[in-house]
Structures are given as structure tokens and as C-alpha cells.
């Protein structure tokens, strides 16, 4: 993958392929070995773009794949992944052709919705989704008799080959109990249909797979931390797991500022003493959150620089009055590594409340994103 970085972009994202191969590869390693790895790559493959992920992972052997709906398995299916695609939430039941002709697997979301797909009589390859306890989609687990029922009459009417369940706190030790009982239901379920031989039957996410076990789970579904970002801000992952993503812009100019000024909209930054100022040209149009108005930082020369005043639709101020050599185009790391300075989604993140997957999975389409080995 060659390096295609121009040298005065105004914001883009690196993707260090690197990364994501040494964080499969750490993964895998702490796998039981007759699990496998279903790589999640909806949401653009939660902004690394799942084109080049699909294929990059395709070439180097991984078979099955996640997506969130019916474009982003098309998508995928078009830039070269091989093998499953499944689509792990809800797809117009008018597209049900679209499903075949690619070769995609669907979600059966509910009873209902698997009637509805077997009405178009069209040979759907399809996986139940069995509800253990987030409430979220699925045949219910706690009436196991329904489950069964249901599962096989569509086997029947479908081309059924696999059943999967979602856990919802498998990333909190403290919750271990709900998690256990999660998985308990869904064994139940797939203990109770054993004779039809489903081949895939999977129930771990990134941390259950690795902080839960099952029998019954042929596969992890490898989102979050294939990006090295962690499922929650309190997790710590395995050594070597790093973030695959960077995001940098450049300064656009630097100014004195003094003592009475405001800084931005709204005037929500004053000026107390002789401070030195640099523009970024990046903003909440790219995705960086305006949450961190006068209240995140962005790296410059190895230093932390602060947001002051609010986040603009496409630039931002820092303060850089302790930052030597700042100057018109010096790089700025939004996210990633600046000197000894690392600055990841998840700490952004955690500064406004929210998780690693909302930041990197917000950062928008007009952000360029280069690919680096
Ligand atoms: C998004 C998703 C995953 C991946 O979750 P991570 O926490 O990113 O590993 C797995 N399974 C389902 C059903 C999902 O929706």
C-alpha cells in the first residue's frame, strides 16, 4: 500500500495498515484457537473506510464480514471481500433481490420480519438474531420453546445457516453476571436446534471475545478493537493493540492576541494576557466534535496545545503562546502522536462523555484518509 499523503493537505486521516494487521494478529493470538474472526466493518469500517479495509482483510485471509445495512455489503462486495457479508440489522425487505444477486446474508431481526423475507420466495441466505437480553433485535431467548419454533420453521422456508446474539456489557468485569447469563440463553437456544447443524453461531464482540468464553461461538465479531480503540475508557487491552487511525491538519496562521480580546463565536473565550494564537483549518463539518470548545487540546511540536473559544463549522483557535516554532503550516495531531505526546479517540472522547467509536465513526467524508504501511 503506497504512501499517497500530499504534503499540504488541510485535514486528513492516516491509517497505519501496519496497525491493524499487528492488532488482528494480537487479537487472534488471544482467541481460543477454533474461534475465528469476523471482521465488523460497518459505518465505513468506523471511519478507516471500508473499501481498503474490506479487501486489505479479503487478501489476507479473513472470510467473514459485518456491516450495519445493504450499502455497506454492496460497497464492500464491490471493492473485492470475499466470503460472508452479513448484515447485522435491517434491510427493506424490497431489496431482498439485491441480497442474492450479491451474495449477502441478512439479519432476521424478528418473527415478523423473517415472514415478511420468505414471502419474496427469493433463496436469502439469513441468520436469526436471538435477543439474550439487550432488547435491541432477536427472537427472545427467554422463551426458548418461541425460539425453537421459530428458528425451525424459517430453516425450512429460508436459506438459514447460523444464529447470532449481541452482548451489551461484555466490556464491564462488574457485570460479569449479566454476561454469563447472556451467553448461558443463547447456548440454550443453539443447544436446543443442534441437529440442523447451523455452522455459524456466534455471540462475542470485540470484548467478549476476549474476556468471555463459549462453546458454541465459532466466531468473534471484530469491530472496536481491530482500530485499537477500546470498547470502554476503563478497559485495558492487550499489550501492543494500537490505534490504526491519526488525524492531522496544518496551521493556517498565527496572531498576538491581547489582553480584553474574545476569541470566536459567541466571545466564550477572554483574553487576560499577551497570548500567541494559531488557527487550524479543521472543524465540526470534519467530525471534530464542537463539545471540546475551551475545553480539548490538539498536539503541536510534541506539545499540548489548547482549544480556546468555540469550535467553528471548518477552523478552530489554539493556544500556542508556550510552543515554540509554530508557524504557518506546522502539523497539528488532532488525534495520534506529536513527539512523546499521544493524544488517542478514546481520551478525546472521554473528555465530552462519550465512546472512541462515536468520535472516529464521526470524522466526515470530506476528511481525506491515506493509507501507510
Ligand atoms: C457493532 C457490532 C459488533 C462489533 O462490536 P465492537 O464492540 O466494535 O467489537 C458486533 N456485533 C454486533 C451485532 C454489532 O452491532
Known sequence: MQNNKTPFERSWVEISVKSLRSNLGLYKAHLPSQRKVMAVVKADAYGHGDRVIAKYLSDNGIRHFAVSNIDEAIHIREAGAVGQILILGYTPIERANELVQYDITQALISEDYAERLATQGLPVKCQFAIDTGMRRIGLNADDQDYCERIIREYAVKLKLDGLFT????????????????????????????????????????????????????????????????????????????????????????????????????????????????????????????????????????????????????????????????????????????????????????????????????????????????
Open 166 to 373: 449481541h452482548l451489551c456489557v461484555a466490556d464491564t468485569p462488574e457485570q460479569d453476571e449479566f454476561t454469563n447469563h447472556q451467553i448461558k440463553l443463547f447456548e440454550d437456544v443453539v443447544g436446543r436446534v443442534s441437529d440442523l447443524h447451523l455452522p455459524y453461531c456466534h455471540c462475542m464482540n470485540s470484548a467478549g471475545g476476549l474476556w468471555h468464553h463459549s462453546n458454541v461461538s465459532s466466531f468473534a465479531r471484530l469491530g472496536i478493537i481491530l482500530y485499537g480503540l477500546k470498547p470502554d475508557y476503563m478497559n485495558t487491552l492487550p499489550e501492543g493493540i494500537e490505534p490504526v487511525l491519526s488525524w492531522k491538519s496544518v496551521v493556517s496562521m498565527v496572531k498576538e492576541v491581547n489582553s480584553g480580546d474574545t476569541i470566536g463565536y459567541g466571545r466564550s473565550f477572554t483574553v487576560d494576557h499577551p497570548m500567541r494564537i494559531a488557527t487550524i483549518p479543521t472543524g465540526y463539518a470534519d467530525g471534530y466534535p464542537r463539545l471540546l470548545s475551551n475545553k480539548g487540546w490538539v498536539l503541536i511540536n510534541g506539545q499540548r496545545a489548547s482549544i480556546v473559544g468555540r469550535v467553528c463549522m471548518d477552523q478552530m483557535m489554539v493556544d500556542v503562546t508556550n510552543i515554540p516554532d509554530v508557524e504557518y503550516e506546522s502539523e497539528v495531531v488532532l488525534i495520534g502522536r506529536s513527539g512523546d505526546e499521544v493524544f488517542t479517540a478514546d481520551d478525546l472522547a472521554n473528555l465530552i462523555g462519550t465512546i472512541g467509536y462515536e468520535i472516529v465513526c464521526g470524522i466526515s467524508k470530506r476528511v481525506e484518509r491515506i493509507y501507510i504501511d
